[in-house]
């Protein structure tokens, strides 16, 4: 054996601790002990045992009772121990086996045969702390993905914030037919870069577990419409026509996460759109079951396309799988767009399969469940939303490290009449509030010197007239926070978080450090108004 192992014997007759000590001494570090008491405390004591040999019938603590108290401490929960008894019913053995015993040799017993049970459950007890090494190593190593996925995240988005917001801020302006050509080539070109990072992002949350429902009411055609229109260009473009029919039967609003149905519908759209050259992509929504409180919708995507051979289908929702390596050449795309779909079905409690003739095109259909809702609701908060550019204007202080997006967020916020202050840090931004008054935060959570959440933590604190904290008052100015605790103190400062990252609990977290509410970057310029309107008054108030 590699190592030695150290057995505990717990006997009250003393010939058989010799007998059992001396025929083991070879093999293992032998600790002995003639009673319950002196046993427990040689089981604590290092080098702790490996494994326990118990008799039960002793004075004082019987060997059940050990058993009992070894499987509570956690000291000593996890040592395996095997009982030595001259007990021979099966409700002893049973009893003992409650106890929390792993194994029950009866007495007059065979020294080939303890040894071999004492081999077999340390060789269990190996195999044990390998799969738990191996678990916890695991769980390292999803943590540093999460990590890096986080930060590649925050450092690919924040970029991409200021492509995708200049691209839209220049096309607006540009009046040169090429010019804006080459713009919408660029957006095109952005909005694909940013699909394949979500994508990526996507599959890793729902892989670790991360991912969630935001189940709200909402109108079902006009989730699939929405996603009709984000492919209507790519699909004008090689004349294909899109079609979408509804079953009578089905309800007009439902209760779901209409972002992550509109991402399984986008999904299938375009792949349809890709693989297709000519015809007509067809949906079809049929209600496959109504209860009391839930209904389960049927969605199919058909499409005239290339279709997928038939030693191939059984692949195409497995992750990084496509129908051929010739498909990834002439194509793109990553293989996770069919992966993604299929693992957000299961979150709806639906599944999703396809029916494929090669050469001829394929259907694609997927069920999920949602909550019966009621759409008058939706219809009042949809006419909430068309209030969104009429917001007064207010003062701003923006935080935010990135000069592009400062540049960016600033340029849309004045373009609504909004007066903007910049800051290029957390702490840069407490003086400018020692100094001036504002209407609403917008700070980005990651930042040198002082980050978003720190900043926040300090802000909060300050209002509430609270002494910081060593951990936020680390390398900060004791005069300026003296300060700021007497200027905004009582009066709560709208703050809302600008953020890359992406991953499960970045929100929760924007929420724990007290901010008011969390935009994702790249931010959206119709997202960033409708959540102005949320927070801030009308012009007509």
Same mark, same amino acid.
């Given at each position: 054996?590699?190592?030695?192992?150290?057995?505990?014997?717990?006997?009250?007759?003393?010939?058989?601790?010799?007998?059992?000590?001396?025929?083991?001494?070879?093999?293992?570090?032998?600790?002995?002990?003639?009673?319950?008491?002196?046993?427990?405390?040689?089981?604590?004591?290092?080098?702790?045992?490996?494994?326990?040999?118990?008799?039960?019938?002793?004075?004082?603590?019987?060997?059940?009772?050990?058993?009992? $108290?070894?499987?509570?401490?956690?000291?000593?929960?996890?040592?395996?121990?095997?009982?030595?008894?001259?007990?021979?019913?099966?409700?002893?053995?049973?009893?003992?086996?409650?106890?929390?015993?792993?194994?029950?040799?009866?007495?007059?017993?065979?020294?080939?045969?303890?040894?071999? $049970?004492?081999?077999?459950?340390?060789?269990?007890?190996?195999?044990?702390?390998?799969?738990?090494?191996?678990?916890?190593?695991?769980?390292?190593?999803?943590?540093?993905?999460?990590?890096?996925?986080?930060?590649?995240?925050?450092?690919?988005?924040?970029?991409?914030?200021?492509?995708?917001?200049?691209?839209?801020?220049?096309?607006?302006?540009?009046?040169?037919?090429?010019?804006?050509?080459?713009?919408?080539?660029?957006?095109?070109?952005?909005?694909?870069?940013?699909?394949?990072?979500?994508?990526?992002?996507?599959?890793?949350?729902?892989?670790?577990?991360?991912?969630?429902?935001?189940?709200?009411?909402?109108?079902?055609?006009?989730?699939?419409?929405?996603?009709?229109?984000?492919?209507?260009?790519?699909?004008?473009?090689?004349?294909?026509?899109?079609?979408?029919?509804?079953?009578?039967?089905?309800?007009?609003?439902?209760?779901?996460?209409?972002?992550?149905?509109?991402?399984?519908?986008?999904?299938?759209?375009?792949?349809?759109?890709?693989?297709?050259?000519?015809?007509?992509?067809?949906?079809?929504?049929?209600?496959?079951?109504?209860?009391?409180?839930?209904?389960?919708?049927?969605?199919?995507?058909?499409?005239?396309?290339?279709?997928?051979?038939?030693?191939?289908?059984?692949?195409?929702?497995?992750?990084?799988?496509?129908?051929?390596?010739?498909?990834?050449?002439?194509?793109?795309?990553?293989?996770?767009?069919?992966?993604?779909?299929?693992?957000?079905?299961?979150?709806?409690?639906?599944?999703?399969?396809?029916?494929?003739?090669?050469?001829?095109?394929?259907?694609?259909?997927?069920?999920?469940?949602?909550?019966?809702?009621?759409?008058?609701?939706?219809?009042?908060?949809?006419?909430?939303?068309?209030?969104?550019?009429?917001?007064?204007?207010?003062?701003?202080?923006?935080?935010?490290?990135?000069?592009?997006?400062?540049?960016?967020?600033?340029?849309?916020?004045?373009?609504?009449?909004?007066?903007?202050?910049?800051?290029?840090?957390?702490?840069?931004?407490?003086?400018?509030?020692?100094?001036?008054?504002?209407?609403?935060?917008?700070?980005?959570?990651?930042?040198?010197?002082?980050?978003?959440?720190?900043?926040?933590?300090?802000?909060?604190?300050?209002?509430?007239?609270?002494?910081?904290?060593?951990?936020?008052?680390?390398?900060?100015?004791?005069?300026?926070?003296?300060?700021?605790?007497?200027?905004?103190?009582?009066?709560?400062?709208?703050?809302?978080?600008?953020?890359?990252?992406?991953?499960?609990?970045?929100?929760?977290?924007?929420?724990?450090?007290?901010?008011?509410?969390?935009?994702?970057?790249?931010?959206?310029?119709?997202?960033?108004?409708?959540?102005?309107?949320?927070?801030?008054?009308?012009?007509?108030?």
């Amino acid at each position: 054996m590699s190592e030695t192992h150290t057995l505990l014997i717990i006997d009250d007759i003393v010939d058989n601790l010799m007998l059992l000590g001396e025929a083991m001494s070879p093999e293992y570090k032998i600790k002995v002990a003639t009673g319950g008491v002196q046993g427990l405390e040689l089981a604590v004591q290092k080098p702790k045992p490996d494994l326990i040999l118990l008799d039960i019938m002793m004075p004082g603590i019987d060997g059940y009772e050990i058993c009992r $108290r070894l499987k509570a401490d956690d000291r000593t929960r996890h040592i395996p121990v095997i009982f030595l008894s001259a007990l021979d019913k099966e409700s002893d053995e049973l009893q003992g086996l409650d106890a929390g015993a792993v194994d029950f040799i009866t007495k007059p017993f065979k020294l080939e045969v303890v040894r071999a $049970r004492i081999n077999t459950q340390l060789e269990l007890l190996r195999m044990r702390q390998q799969l738990q090494t191996a678990r916890l190593k695991a769980e390292a190593a999803s943590q540093s993905k999460s990590v890096f996925l986080a930060n590649m995240s925050h450092e690919i988005r924040t970029p991409m914030s200021a492509i995708m917001g200049m691209t839209d801020l220049a096309l607006e302006k540009a009046t040169d037919p090429q010019q804006r050509s080459y713009l919408e080539t660029v957006k095109i070109s952005a909005d694909s870069l940013l699909a394949l990072i979500n994508d990526i992002l996507d599959f890793s949350k729902i892989e670790a577990g991360q991912m969630e429902l935001d189940e709200r009411p909402f109108v079902l055609a006009e989730v699939i419409e929405a996603a009709m229109r984000t492919v209507s260009i790519l699909s004008k473009e090689k004349g294909l026509g899109i079609t979408l029919e509804i079953a009578p039967n089905v309800p007009v609003a439902v209760a779901g996460d209409s972002l992550r149905f509109r991402q399984i519908i986008l999904n299938l759209l375009s792949n349809a759109i890709k693989f297709s050259e000519k015809g007509t992509i067809c949906i079809h929504v049929t209600l496959q079951h109504a209860g009391l409180e839930t209904i389960t919708l049927r969605v199919a995507v058909t499409d005239q396309g290339i279709g997928i051979k038939e030693e191939k289908i059984s692949s195409v929702f497995s992750a990084f799988s496509q129908a051929d390596n010739s498909v990834s050449r002439k194509f793109g795309g990553t293989g996770l767009g069919l992966a993604i779909c299929r693992q957000l079905c299961e979150l709806m409690d639906g599944t999703i399969k396809v029916e494929s003739t090669y050469g001829k095109g394929s259907t694609f259909s997927f069920t999920a469940m949602f909550g019966i809702s009621d759409q008058e609701k939706i219809v009042q908060q949809g006419s909430t939303n068309s209030k969104v550019l009429n917001i007064r204007p207010i003062r701003i202080l923006l935080v935010e490290d990135n000069t592009a997006n400062r540049f960016l967020i600033r340029v849309v916020l004045e373009k609504f009449k909004h007066e903007v202050v910049e800051a290029v840090d957390g702490i840069e931004a407490l003086h400018i509030l020692l100094e001036d008054q504002f209407d609403l935060i917008l700070t980005d959570v990651q930042m040198p010197k002082l980050d978003g959440y720190r900043f926040t933590q300090i802000l909060r604190a300050c209002e509430e007239g609270k002494e910081l904290p060593p951990s936020l008052a680390e390398n900060i100015d004791s005069i300026l926070i003296s300060k700021l605790r007497q200027k905004l103190h009582a009066k709560h400062r709208l703050v809302i978080s600008m953020t890359a990252n992406a991953m499960s609990g970045d929100k929760e977290k924007c929420f724990t450090a007290g901010m008011d509410d969390y935009l994702t970057k790249p931010l959206n310029q119709e997202e960033l108004l409708i959540t102005l309107n949320r927070w801030l008054p009308n012009k007509n108030k």
